[in-house]
């Protein structure tokens, strides 16, 4: 399934899933509200098969899918929708096709032109059941998601070099990334609540590097043979 955390951003939730909706998407999903929720949205039209949940605290963008995965542990899949990320071409669904069970695909985000791990980023469910969690559970907004999994699926020692899993880029499925980026967010709650954390979470970011990446890498390749 697919996850959109949001927090304080009903017209960019209102947006994305009537984008999605339109794309013809047939994937289902859950919006995930961050401890508050919108009442404009009641009138929001879901796609079929899209739910929504509201959090009873502030979990943070990780803690939301940390918690999503923890609801539905047997999903064949899991997606990570972040609520300023806007579909403008392409099916959603052949993201999901590319991912399978065991490996990891993305969109072609405009921020990043395809070289993170953003722009609507699908896991395959036997992969994320190996490791245990979708992000790293010590973080709260920030490194734990992305730049974890960049991490543990590198090929090159330099950045950790666990070769975990395979990462295809699906670049027919195109995302404006909408990012107010550091300075210009003042105006919205959300990336201010995410950037109070930064730095704790590089420091939390950088103890699961040197504890729980090499392990991680570890119940992957076991659960592979298995």
């Known amino acids: 399934m697919f996850i959109l955390p949001t927090m304080s951003r009903p017209d960019n939730v209102r947006e994305i899933l009537g984008r999605i909706k339109a794309s013809g998407c047939t994937s289902k999903g859950i919006v995930f509200f961050d401890g508050q929720y919108d009442m404009s949205l009641n009138n929001c039209v879901f796609p079929e098969g899209w739910v929504s949940f509201l959090g009873d605290r502030n979990y943070g963008c990780i803690g939301a899918l940390n918690k999503v995965f923890e609801m539905f542990p047997n999903e064949p899949w899991y997606g990570f929708l972040a609520d300023d990320e806007f579909l403008l071409e392409g099916n959603p669904d052949d993201i999901v096709k590319a991912a399978g069970s065991w490996d990891i695909a993305h969109g072609w985000d405009d921020l990043h032109k395809g070289a993170r791990l953003q722009g609507y980023v699908v896991f395959g469910g036997e992969l994320v059941r190996a490791v245990g969690y979708l992000g790293v559970k010590e973080c709260f907004h920030n490194f734990g998601f992305d730049s974890a999994w960049e991490w543990l699926c590198s090929p090159y020692t330099v950045l950790g070099g666990c070769n975990a899993a395979k990462i295809y880029l699906v670049d027919r499925v ?26 704790d979470d590089r420091k939390r970011f950088v103890d699961w590097q040197n504890g729980d990446m090499r392990k991680a890498a570890e119940r992957i390749k076991n659960a592979r043979k298995s």
């Open 174 to 199: 195109r995302i404006e990334h909408r990012h107010a980026g550091w300075g210009k967010s003042k105006n919205d709650e959300c990336y201010q609540k995410g950037f109070s954390t930064f730095e």
